[in-house]
């Protein structure tokens, strides 16, 4: 029997990170005799409220720093670090409205302090690095790698916020519980920073491998295998680890699946060539280059789910962690119907491993389908989905294919728990 893992999705991730700091003020007020107000003429409402919405500002991109050192706890308990890089989105989102909250109703201390200027810094600032982060018209603007430079900024722009909070007088400084806690998740903020930007590329495991063997497939796609120097990267079928080309860019670290079975000596990798690096290591990677690899990361692995008829479904490029998946195949309870989609024929480049592996794994059937001739995939087009109440469906390829997918898994009376995702961005 598969043991199906549980996550904390974005619907309970909200009100506990929400709740946290409220549950805190709340504790705090009732055990705090002195008064609500720092100056006459203060109206306690407003002071209460602008203070609380400074810490849920502050919970939320302390929590959001946390997330950007990859820890694999953290990634784990939230679900993968796709679905934790779309909490981490949300929750810039939310703490952008309620920094606009908390200045517009936090009172007007008379005094002159440095923290005010400071206070109006650091809320433009993270005004701008947020908006600038998560605008699509922005992200389609900025290449990657520029975006990540610029978004690395958030936690300078954070520390900036942190120094306002405590040098200006507030109601947080005279509540123990309240000062304790802003203090902790400034540390856990500041402090994951610091590991992020200065640690992390010497601190945070990873894995040395040799490339072995180079396939150029079409102009496209690149086949890598590699055999570990030292000790094997332990991995799942369909789980990624980020990818360092010291002899190509020794500054740029990738996130691409693993397509081979754990039990494989090789692993290996299929590449798309999608933007400039992408495309620089397509002509340059050689049979002998050295590779750091980072991870494993992400969860989508059987471990989602314990159904014991499958549906895969890939789209072009998506099709790696299912070949990873199909290579490992051995689980004699499992029914399991991979579906792949590409444009044309000439970029099926592993139909002929994917049919020789469900040719000899009794429960593994495989079918192409080609959009060229067919149109694109469609659920009336697989019998499995029909009918079938205790079905799982795990979905990797381009977000179209994704979206339009699961709307019509959804139509079909499939319940959103049973379909399992994987995106291929971060952003
Ligand atoms: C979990 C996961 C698994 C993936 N597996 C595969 C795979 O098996 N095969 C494959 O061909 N592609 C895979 N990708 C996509 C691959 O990482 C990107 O295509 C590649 O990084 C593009 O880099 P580029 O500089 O050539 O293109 P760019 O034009 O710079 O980027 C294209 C897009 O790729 C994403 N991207 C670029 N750099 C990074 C980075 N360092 N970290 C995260 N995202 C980035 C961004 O969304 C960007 O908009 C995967 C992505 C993710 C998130």
Same mark, same amino acid.
């Given at each position: 029997m598969l043991k199906q893992q549980r996550f904390i999705q974005s619907k309970v991730y909200f009100p506990a990170i929400i709740g946290l700091p409220v549950i805190i003020w709340a504790v705090g007020l009732l055990f705090y005799s002195g008064?609500?107000?720092?100056?006459?003429?203060?109206?306690p409402v407003q002071r209460v409220l602008g203070e609380v919405t400074a810490s849920l500002v502050v919970t939320l991109l302390g929590f959001n720093l946390l997330m950007t050192t990859r820890s694999r706890r953290v990634e784990r308990i939230l679900g993968g670090l796709d679905k934790m890089y779309f909490i981490h989105r949300r929750s810039a989102l939310l703490a952008l409205a309620l920094l606009v909250l908390h200045a517009a109703v936090s009172p007007r201390y008379p005094e002159i302090n440095p923290g005010k200027p400071l206070g109006v810094l650091a809320m433009l600032l993270i005004f701008l690095g947020i908006a600038l982060s998560a605008a699509p018209f922005f992200k389609r603007l900025i290449p990657y790698h520029k975006w990540l430079t610029m978004h690395r900024l958030m936690g300078p722009f954070f520390v900036l916020g942190i120094c306002h909070s405590f040098l200006v007088p507030t109601l947080t400084g005279k509540i123990p519980l309240v000062r304790s806690y802003i203090l902790g998740i400034a540390l856990l903020g500041i402090g994951s920073w610091l590991y992020r930007a200065l640690l992390h590329r010497w601190l945070h495991p990873h894995n040395s491998y040799k490339v072995t063997d180079v396939k150029?497939?079409?102009?496209a796609v690149l086949a890598l295998e590699m055999a570990p120097t030292g000790a094997p990267l332990p991995s799942l079928p369909g789980q990624f680890a980020f990818f360092t080309f010291p002899g190509i860019d020794p500054g740029e670290s990738h996130p691409f699946t693993?397509? #081979?079975?754990?039990? /494989? +000596?090789r692993l290996r990798v299929a590449i798309k060539n999608l933007g400039d690096f992408t495309r620089s290591l397509q002509k340059h990677i050689q049979v002998g280059s050295t590779v750091k690899v980072e991870g494993p990361y992400? =969860?989508?692995? /059987?471990?989602?789910s314990s159904a014991k008829r499958q549906i895969w479904l890939a789209g072009g490029i998506g099709i790696t962690p299912f070949l990873a998946m199909a290579n490992d195949f051995s689980n004699s309870e499992l029914n399991v119907t991979l579906y792949w989609t590409v444009c044309?024929?000439? +970029?099926?480049?592993f139909d002929n491993e994917l049919r020789v592996l469900a040719e000899r794994k009794p429960g593994l059937t495989y079918k192409l389908w080609l959009s060229d001739k067919n149109g694109p995939l469609r659920?009336?087009?697989?019998?499995? =989905?029909?009918? #079938? +109440?205790?079905v799982a469906v795990f979905i990797c390829g381009p977000e179209a294919f994704r979206r339009s997918l699961t709307a019509q898994l959804r139509a079909a009376g499939i319940p959103r728990r049973s379909i399992h995702s994987e995106e291929f961005t971060f952003r």
């Open positions: 008064p609500l107000i720092l100056s006459s003429g203060e109206n150029r497939l079409g102009n693993i397509a #081979s079975a754990p039990e /494989q +000596d992400g =969860v989508f692995t /059987q471990s989602r044309k024929k000439e +970029d099926a480049f659920t009336e087009a697989m019998p499995e =989905v029909m009918g #079938s +109440d205790n």
